[in-house]
């Protein structure tokens, strides 16, 4: 009678068990017929679609073919997840909650067909959808071919006709989802793949009578975010809010400091209180303005900085990370636009006189570090002293120069293979110059313009914007010029 105990105890433990692990993390029996041994990965998305997903998990398949994935980690929270076979030699997606205790049945050869799931209805019903999609795009690309053949617009527009139906069709598909299984993963990923159906008719100003040209720009923009459950952390662990992030930013937040300061505090408070959705706004929000092609926008990055990193939002970095983050901004945030230049005081390479660039008397400065050496360089300043002879010169421009590396005849043959002979040409042969920290010069050419009160007017120029930059400038001058005379 002991043994018979002990087994019973043994077998109620191991129940207690996998109950535990499976209300912490996820259990996971996987059995793919035609697979003999090897080693398969539980992957999963984090922001990005593929081919960008990270490893959660590993198994050894046994002679059988099975296979099992099992977690207690605390900290999961679900998500789209992946299975796939070492090679990559195929994969397939599913659902995966925490607490989930679910078996998975595959044969190789007809994946992602006929994968059945047992104690998930959510994957049953997720099956369901797949196969209603592959009829939807079976249905597209007929439309495809179709437009492609049409002969009149009248063809054309029975095409497209067709097409919205199907589209409308979809859509119904996932609203009528989303009702019958609220707050599923499925359901909040087809409520956050939602766009904004803009209110048709005409829309007025507040006297009633002027028009509202833009009307439905500020209505899209505003309700972007509606159908995305900002407080489940679960749609980080699908292939969505990434694509979101770049289309909202890129389409349809102006692109002012001022703008996007304010959109993304509004990202960051819709994120507040979860854990992933916050770590992977602020990393992108961070990432994305640092890294920005248009002029000005590192001042996002040290606004996100000093009032997210600095206050210690960030909690989740070490303190040498976080450190590099600051350390970052502060670099930056002496030469963003609409700040005082910083001095750069060196020798000119032809008197030996030292030159001081806050110093120059002239309607625009035009700061440029360069190196002698450098391909861009070589071929960035041609068409800068191009620029100048066509337009600069005469709008009251003078370019200070400073060449950041390179020997004595190099630069001097330098300058005068580009003929820079007319402008304030500086070296630093000494090294004495602190413009390293205080124009972010890692790298060159780096190029910046600045008014006659050493303002800050434009950072990472090129021969292509300077011109522009310079009749814009001019353009606010006058209106403001304008204004005050009425």
Same mark, same amino acid.
């Given at each position: 009678?002991?043994?018979?105990?002990?087994?019973?105890?043994?077998?109620?433990?191991?129940?207690?068990?996998?109950?535990?692990?499976?209300?912490?993390?996820?259990?996971?029996?996987?059995?793919?017929?035609?697979?003999?041994?090897?080693?398969?990965?539980?992957?999963?998305?984090?922001?990005?679609?593929?081919?960008?997903?990270?490893?959660?998990?590993?198994?050894?398949?046994?002679?059988?073919?099975?296979?099992?994935?099992?977690?207690?980690?605390?900290?999961?929270?679900?998500?789209?997840?992946?299975?796939?076979?070492?090679?990559?030699?195929?994969?397939?997606?599913?659902?995966?909650?925490?607490?989930?205790?679910?078996?998975?049945?595959?044969?190789?050869?007809?994946?992602?067909?006929?994968?059945?799931?047992?104690?998930?209805?959510?994957?049953?019903?997720?099956?369901?959808?797949?196969?209603?999609?592959?009829?939807?795009?079976?249905?597209?690309?007929?439309?495809?071919?179709?437009?492609?053949?049409?002969?009149?617009?009248?063809?054309?527009?029975?095409?497209?006709?067709?097409?919205?139906?199907?589209?409308?069709?979809?859509?119904?598909?996932?609203?009528?989802?989303?009702?019958?299984?609220?707050?599923?993963?499925?359901?909040?990923?087809?409520?956050?793949?939602?766009?904004?159906?803009?209110?048709?008719?005409?829309?007025?100003?507040?006297?009633?009578?002027?028009?509202?040209?833009?009307?439905?720009?500020?209505?899209?923009?505003?309700?972007?975010?509606?159908?995305?459950?900002?407080?489940?952390?679960?749609?980080?662990?699908?292939?969505?809010?990434?694509?979101?992030?770049?289309?909202?930013?890129?389409?349809?937040?102006?692109?002012?400091?001022?703008?996007?300061?304010?959109?993304?505090?509004?990202?960051?408070?819709?994120?507040?209180?979860?854990?992933?959705?916050?770590?992977?706004?602020?990393?992108?929000?961070?990432?994305?303005?640092?890294?920005?092609?248009?002029?000005?926008?590192?001042?996002?990055? $040290? =606004?996100?900085?000093?009032?997210? +990193?600095?206050?210690? %939002?960030?909690?989740?970095? *070490?303190?040498?990370?976080? !450190?590099?983050?600051?350390?970052?901004?502060?670099?930056?945030?002496?030469?963003?636009?609409?700040?005082?230049?910083?001095?750069?005081?060196?020798?000119?390479?032809?008197?030996?006189?030292?030159?001081?660039?806050?110093?120059?008397?002239?309607?625009?400065?035009?700061?440029?570090?360069?190196?002698?050496?450098?391909?861009?360089?070589?071929?960035?300043?041609?068409?800068?002293?191009?620029?100048?002879?066509?337009?600069?010169?005469?709008?009251?421009?003078?370019?200070?120069?400073?060449?950041?590396?390179?020997?004595?005849?190099?630069?001097?043959?330098?300058?005068?293979?580009?003929?820079?002979?007319?402008?304030?040409?500086?070296?630093?042969?000494?090294?004495?110059?602190?413009?390293?920290?205080?124009?972010? $010069? =890692?790298?060159?050419?780096?190029? +910046?313009?600045?008014? %006659?009160?050493?303002?800050? *007017?434009?950072?990472?120029? !090129?021969?292509?914007?300077?011109?522009?930059?310079?009749?814009?400038?001019?353009?606010?001058?006058?209106?403001?010029?304008?204004?005050?005379?009425?």
């Amino acid at each position: 009678m002991k043994p018979i105990k002990l087994l019973l105890l043994l077998i109620v433990l191991l129940a207690q068990s996998q109950t535990s692990s499976a209300r912490f993390g996820y259990h996971v029996n996987l059995t793919i017929d035609g697979i003999t041994d090897g080693k398969v990965y539980l992957v999963h998305y984090y922001g990005k679609p593929g081919p960008t997903v990270y490893i959660s998990d590993s198994a050894m398949f046994d002679a059988k073919g099975n296979a099992e994935f099992n977690s207690t980690d605390i900290e999961f929270v679900g998500g789209i997840y992946i299975v796939l076979l070492a090679g990559k030699r195929t994969s397939f997606e599913f659902m995966l909650n925490k607490g989930d205790d679910i078996s998975i049945h595959a044969v190789e050869s007809k994946i992602p067909e006929g994968i059945k799931f047992t104690n998930s209805p959510e994957n049953d019903r997720f099956m369901e959808y797949l196969k209603y999609l592959k009829g939807y795009n079976t249905k597209e690309e007929g439309y495809k071919k179709g437009l492609a053949e049409a002969k009149s617009i009248n063809d054309t527009n029975e095409v497209r006709k067709k097409a919205m139906v199907s589209l409308k069709e979809l859509s119904n598909y996932r609203l009528e989802y989303s009702k019958k299984y609220p707050n599923t993963i499925l359901a909040n990923i087809f409520n956050a793949m939602q766009t904004p159906e803009v209110p048709e008719g005409p829309h007025f100003l507040a006297d009633g009578v002027t028009k509202d040209s833009t009307f439905a720009i500020r209505y899209y923009q505003s309700h972007y975010w509606d159908g995305f459950n900002f407080k489940d952390d679960r749609l980080i662990y699908t292939p969505l809010y990434d694509g979101k992030l770049e289309d909202f930013f890129a389409k349809w937040v102006q692109p002012t400091i001022d703008s996007q300061e304010y959109a993304c505090d509004f990202m960051m408070n819709k994120v507040r209180g979860t854990k992933d959705l916050f770590h992977y706004t602020l990393w992108w929000l961070t990432n994305h303005f640092e890294s920005s092609k248009i002029m000005g926008m590192d001042e996002v990055f $040290v =606004y996100l900085v000093e009032k997210y +990193y600095m206050t210690g %939002e960030a909690t989740w970095l *070490k303190q040498d990370e976080l !450190d590099k983050y600051v350390d970052r901004a502060r670099k930056i945030a002496p030469n963003v636009p609409g700040n005082k230049a910083p001095e750069v005081k060196l020798p000119n390479i032809k008197t030996g006189k030292m030159e001081s660039m806050l110093a120059q008397k002239n309607k625009y400065t035009l700061l440029v570090f360069y190196s002698p050496s450098c391909g861009h360089c070589q071929h960035e300043i041609p068409l800068i002293d191009s620029v100048y002879n066509e337009v600069l010169k005469a709008k009251g421009v003078k370019i200070f120069t400073v060449a950041t590396e390179g020997e004595e005849k190099d630069i001097n043959e330098f300058i005068k293979k580009n003929h820079m002979e007319d402008w304030t040409n500086c070296w630093d042969h000494e090294h004495i110059g602190d413009y390293h920290n205080k124009y972010d $010069v =890692y790298s060159t050419p780096v190029i +910046y313009l600045i008014d %006659e009160k050493k303002i800050i *007017k434009g950072k990472r120029m !090129d021969h292509g914007n300077v011109a522009r930059m310079l009749q814009m400038l001019e353009n606010k001058e006058k209106e403001k010029t304008k204004a005050g005379t009425k």
